[in-house]
């Protein structure tokens, strides 16, 4: 569907959980979040009801989040079951890997198309220390298995921050050299615990890049969902991707809406506002009710974010657990 600026909004980003079996510092830190009550999450089947209006509305694409989605059960169900819609084309994956080992056979089988992997750190003490938890193997290992599967396309992202992780770019982006993985740098944006940190620019990274590997060269189209953009290295089987909303706005193409997982359809990350999908979904709205929400939050999606006047009234107050990023 067509929002008031002229964009076609085509993707959803669901977070289906707001839990997490890890701790980022910059996400979900150990003290100071409260949890989503269970009840207050909307079911698989309130999902795929939505779901199947979005896709009568034009959405074709889905990424399921979290949270750590594949702390909830059988997400494999959800994926298969969302696939089937018709007029969905693409289900994607976002995790932080550490359940993926032995979850990616029966997402496989779901008909997934994509999973991006979280990984900000390859050294083991900075790994722990960003995400709260030890796992960094088992993150690895869930990579390995999901590589296996050739259907499903495979993308890393990391999140680098100033004094914490800034070391790791060259492992990280070297993940792509022998294998056929996008690694993404993703610049931190001032949502829930990340107004807190200080983020690696995109242009500090090319630098470093450049410097490291000589010439790079920009990669024209468009590959996934999103609004990344992408360079290739000389003698790297996988690109190294940008996703860099704080220094390059892609505003005018963002395609995107998110579903959080109480229910709350926002039509831009930075603003609080949206729609309370739950309630109505509760007190037994008609299709036709929530098409008509929905179609009015998302054409009055708003025109860009200003996430560098962070004390704007209606600026986001939800931490990116319960978003889904
Ligand atoms: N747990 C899953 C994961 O880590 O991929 C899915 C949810 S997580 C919120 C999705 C992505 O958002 C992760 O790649 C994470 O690094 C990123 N993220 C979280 N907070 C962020 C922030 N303030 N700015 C930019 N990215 C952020
Ligand atoms: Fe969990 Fe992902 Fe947030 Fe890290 S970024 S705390 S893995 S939801």
Redesign the pocket.
Known sequence: MIDQHGRNIEYIRISITDR?N?R?M??MPDTGISKVNHEEILTYEEILRLCRILAGMGITKVKI?????LVRGNVPYLIKKIRKIPGIENVTL???GMLLKENIRELAEAGLDAV???I?ALDEKIFEKIAGRKGLAQVLEGLEEALKYPNIRVKV?C?LLEGMNESQWMKLAELAKDRLIDVRF?????????KQYC?ETEAHVRQMLEKTYGRITDVQGKFGNGPSTYVKLEGFQGKIGFISAMSHKFCAECNRIRLTSGGWLKPCLQYAAGADLKRILRENGSDQELEAVMRKTIYEKPVSHHFEQRNQIGFENKK??E???
Do not use: H, K
């Not at 989040?65 to 989605?69: F, H, V």
């Not at 993703?186 to 990340?194: F, K, N």
């Open positions: 997490c890890f980022c910059y996400c989040t979290g949270g750590e989605p976002t995790t932080n991006n992997i979280s900000d992202n999140v993703i610049e931190m944006m001032p949502i829930g615990y990340g983020g990116m657990s978003i889904g990023g």
